[in-house]
């Protein structure tokens, strides 16, 4: 028999027991997609003979209330070598991305087509097609092909990229009351950073928990195994732990114990002043003295670093990250981020990793302040959803007993919920921030006790009458005495604003907006997410008419600054470390000074969440956290992109093998 008829055999032996299957199907199956453990769609497939070639078809797709929209993906491969010879993808991989892409293969040359252009190149021996995350199936071939072909360390990926396939161990499930034993494998490449899969004895991929092409946590789970959800979800955190705790032990800190930096501009000192030539000792993770050299004394023998010509901050703050991977963490303290709010992820993946953190077992991450969503009804973002008073308490209470500091309440949350989860989290010593639900304003969300709020959108109706008359326009001049009264009201209120300007900016994004003209960042990361972030944007004209709304939003951001309502940066995902950077830069574009901006990334943050005596400037006595940077962005605010080295916990990390170890260029 030969080698390629057996396959053949083995595909249609797996297929008769498929209920429904045409002469020429040899294979079928359909997952159940999630984002943050909500059902969100589903993906069919079928494999089908195709002369001596197979033919994989899927249909990914997303369902929404009001809509859907999929991903449909042909591959044709080798029935025997199973290597690629035509892959065409086209449709939306999430919400926010669209591609179309093909490959085709013959005598070995590939003929390339991505909405970038088209190439022509030689084929590598061994190589497989695969662009964005979606669909699973070719997932699941590109891990077969692996298999059938020596499991090469490396498999070249067109359009472009690296695919890394590594065993990890195995799982027990439950499928109809019986145990099954899962062989597991991450998958690094397809998508930024790590994929967990599981595959049966015959490598059907089962189980896929990773994140989406719009870098929302999501799994993947075929029919008949859904109740594992959570288990998938646990393991999934569990290796995310053990990749991070790896990255701890290769990435040493190049200084840490006792030490002394020399010569820097620092920044942010006690009640934020500025030293010329500064002298900071750090023992043991806190700072031991600050000043100006001459000053103070280094006790003898003391190593030294000398960070004359370079400027050092606080540690950095973003407040609203949703670290869906676990590369997003090395990333971040790259940039300079030491202190990082989640601000909405899953307690499955995000509880491990700030408790590696707390104990030390992972080194190369901020330190970790969790938000928990609650959500209500069909449109609630993920499954921490709330109907009833008691399901809402429960939520807060879960989040509470997991060690969260904060609830996050999203705009889908039923109004008479709102005060119960507020209260409840105030009770038990929590904050509250969040999106405004859309059946109240702001003036009702600073009455019911929000202590922040993200997204700078939900902040705009405060420039309006606290009630509005019928048919009475709402006012949008930030210097108008109604919009005045309206920012005194939020000063005196003492909310907090986290106005996400970088995010707004990149989803207002045309497709075919160069991204690199705003965000520099890009050009220095790795194919696989160049191939995501590229992929968002909306059609020319309908961005147009929303980016004129950006310069207006840094009227208002301006406006509420000088009303002195605490401003904070947060970033919610786009470019790892880099929007930190962008939100800098775009709170100095609005008009804000860049040392305030920079206390709206340290101190501001600090007090918002009661932190401040630990954190937020360089003082004696205070968690040793800084940064150093290779510029002025006392200066020029975007020099913060030069940042070089990272102290947390007095550990000094250079910033060059974070980077690396995430595949991005420092
Ligand atoms: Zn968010």
Same mark, same amino acid.
């Given at each position: ?138 997932? #699941? ?34 499928? #109809? ?17 790590? *994929? ?10 089962? @189980? ?10 999501? *799994? @993947? ?9 959570? /288990? ?33 501009? /620092? ?65 971040? /303290? ?22 590696? *953190? ?57 109004? +008479? ?6 209260? +409840? ?46 048919? +009475?326009?709402? #006012? ?54 160049? @191939? ?29 600054? +000088? ?55 360089? *003082? ?47």
């Amino acid at each position: 028999m030969t080698k390629k008829l057996a396959v053949v055999l083995l595909l249609a032996a797996v297929a008769f027991s498929a209920s429904f299957v045409s002469a020429q199907t040899v294979d079928s199956g359909k997952f159940v997609l999630y984002k943050y453990q909500k059902k969100m769609g589903v993906e069919n497939y079928s494999v089908k003979m195709s002369g001596d070639s197979l033919e994989l078809n899927a249909r990914f797709e997303l369902s929404f209330i009001g809509g859907s929209f999929g991903l449909d993906t042909a591959l044709t491969y080798d029935g025997d070598t199973l290597a690629p010879q035509r892959f065409v993808t086209k449709g939306k991989t999430s919400t926010r991305t669209t591609v179309d892409a093909a490959v085709t293969v013959a005598e070995q040359i590939a003929t390339v087509r991505t909405s970038y252009g088209s190439t022509t190149e030689k084929v590598p021996g061994k190589f497989f097609t695969a662009f964005h995350p979606a669909p699973i199936s070719v997932q #699941n071939m590109l891990l077969r092909y692996w298999a059938k072909n020596g499991k090469p360390k490396d498999i070249p990926l067109l359009p472009g990229g690296t695919a890394r396939i590594k065993y990890l161990g195995k799982t027990k499930v439950k499928r #109809n009351g019986k145990t099954e034993s899962l062989a597991r494998y991450s998958i690094e490449g397809v998508m930024w950073g790590q *994929e967990i899969v599981w595959v049966d004895k015959d490598l059907n991929l089962i @189980a896929l928990v990773a994140a989406d092409a719009e870098m929302d946590r999501f *799994e @993947a789970i075929r029919e008949g195994y859904g109740s594992n959800l959570k /288990l998938f979800a646990e393991v999934a955190g569990k290796d995310s732990v053990k990749k991070l705790e790896r990255l701890s032990k290769h990435i040493s800190p190049i200084h840490s114990g006792s030490y002394a930096i020399i010569g820097a501009k /620092l920044i942010g000192g006690k009640d934020f002043n500025t030293i010329l030539d500064s002298v900071i000792v750090i023992r043991n993770g806190r700072f031991a003295a600050v000043g100006k050299r001459g000053k103070i004394k280094i006790p003898k023998g003391m190593k030294v670093f000398n960070a004359s010509g370079k400027t050092i901050l606080p540690g950095l703050f973003d407040m609203h990250a949703h670290a869906t991977q676990p590369e997003w963490f090395p990333a971040s /303290l790259a940039a300079g981020i030491t202190t990082m709010r989640d601000a909405a992820n899953e307690i499955e993946f995000i509880v491990p990793v700030r408790d590696g *953190e707390e104990k030390g077992s992972i080194t190369v991450s901020p330190r970790l302040l969790l938000a928990g969503y609650i959500d209500s009804g069909p449109s609630s973002v993920g499954s921490m959803k709330a109907e009833t008073e008691k399901e809402a308490l429960e939520i807060v209470r879960t989040y509470r007993n997991a060690g969260f500091q904060q609830i996050k309440i999203y705009q889908s949350l039923r109004e +008479e919920l709102i005060e119960v989860v507020t209260k +409840e989290a105030h009770r038990l010593g929590m904050t509250v921030t969040g999106h405004i639900p859309r059946s109240i304003n702001i003036y009702d969300a600073v009455d019911k006790g929000y202590d922040q709020v993200n997204h700078l959108g939900f902040v705009m109706r405060v420039m309006s009458p606290r009630v509005m008359k019928e048919g +009475e326009k709402r #006012n949008f001049d930030p210097d108008s005495d109604q919009a005045k009264a309206g920012f005194k009201f939020l000063k005196d209120s003492g909310l907090v604003v986290e106005p996400t300007m970088a995010r707004a900016e990149n989803s207002v994004k045309a497709l075919d907006d160069d991204f690199i003209a705003t965000e520099p960042g890009i050009e220095k990361a790795p194919f696989e997410f160049r @191939a995501l972030i590229t992929s968002m944007g909306m059609p020319a004209e309908v961005a147009a008419r929303r980016q004129r709304g950006g310069e207006f939003a840094k009227s208002v951001l301006k406006a509420l600054h +000088e009303a002195g309502v605490p401003l904070i940066v947060g970033t919610d995902l786009v470019v790892p470390g880099h929007t930190q950077f962008r939100e800098l830069e775009l709170f100095v574009e609005a008009g804000i000074s860049p040392v305030d901006a920079i206390k709206s990334a340290t101190i501001v943050p600090a007090r918002a969440m009661k932190l401040d005596k630990k954190l937020g400037t360089i *003082e004696v006595g205070k968690i040793a956290d800084l940064v150093i940077v290779d510029g002025d962005p006392d200066s020029s605010i975007s020099e913060i992109r030069k940042t070089k080295f990272v102290i947390k916990d007095g550990k000094m990390f250079e910033s060059a093998p974070l980077w690396e170890s995430v595949g991005f260029r420092p």
